[in-house]
T-cell receptor, first 110, second 116 residues
């Protein structure tokens, strides 16, 4: 099968920087994206990478290394409202669908 | 308007009932999705519609029956469900079902379904 690995939980303090990693299977890989989901809410698209490198959107950045089959989401200047679950999601060539990782629950403490 | 709406918000149904979930988007998106999500788990894809045609069915039991009446609407008809089908049912849409477009999906708030 096509499995993704990401940590189940991460805890950090307000104002800190946190990195959530995601590894995936290489064969036929097309792209990787990140979604945020607050408790009781809907998943919200954060970012997308198909090529190697860093994509920055405000306090959030996402990185991809195709040679290492690895990506990460970087959250800077953490705020309490960033406490949520973060899912990486990958697609494979002409697969027509996203495959979600198990999610990382981020807790931001004061 | 980047909103996907879903009705109802909550639904309680017995195992012999028939009910329908509804989803609507007015973003001109041509791909629409149904997902099932259990607590503390990722969304699990059920169906994909592309240009109003069913393109992916993830081996979903026949007690779930999707329908796409037009490019803005997506229904999920439910019949003879089991208690283990209790979950949050999420609808999503994207511009198309192309390799790049599927990554930017807009999700509705979901219908929380309880089967008794």
């Amino acid at each position: 099968g096509q499995s993704l690995e990401q940590p189940s939980e991460v805890t950090a303090v307000e104002g800190a920087i946190v990195q959530i990693n995601c590894t995936y299977q290489t064969s036929g890989f097309y792209g990787l994206s990140w979604y945020q989901q607050h408790d009781g809410g809907a998943p919200t698209f954060l970012s997308y990478n198909a090529l190697d490198g860093l994509e920055e959107t405000g306090r959030f950045s996402s990185f991809l290394s195709r040679s290492d089959s690895y990506g990460y989401l970087l959250l800077q200047e953490l705020q309490m409202k960033d406490s949520a679950s973060y899912f990486c999601a990958v697609s494979y060539n002409q697969g027509g669908k996203l495959i979600f990782g198990q999610g990382t629950e981020l807790s931001v403490k004061p | 308007d980047t909103e996907v709406t879903q009705t109802p918000k909550h639904l309680v149904m017995g195992m012999t009932n028939k009910k329908s979930l509804k989803c609507e988007q007015h973003m001109g998106h041509r791909a629409m999705y149904w997902y099932k999500q259990k607590a503390k788990k990722p969304p699990e894809l059920m169906f994909v519609y592309s240009y109003e045609k069913l393109s992916i069915n993830e081996s979903v039991p026949s007690r779930f029956s999707p329908e796409c009446p037009n490019s803005s609407l997506l229904n999920l008809h439910l019949h003879a469900l089991q208690p283990e089908d209790s979950a949050l049912y999420l609808c999503a849409s994207s511009q198309s079902s192309g390799d790049r477009a599927i990554h930017e999906q807009y999700f509705g708030p979901g219908t929380r379904l309880t089967v008794t």
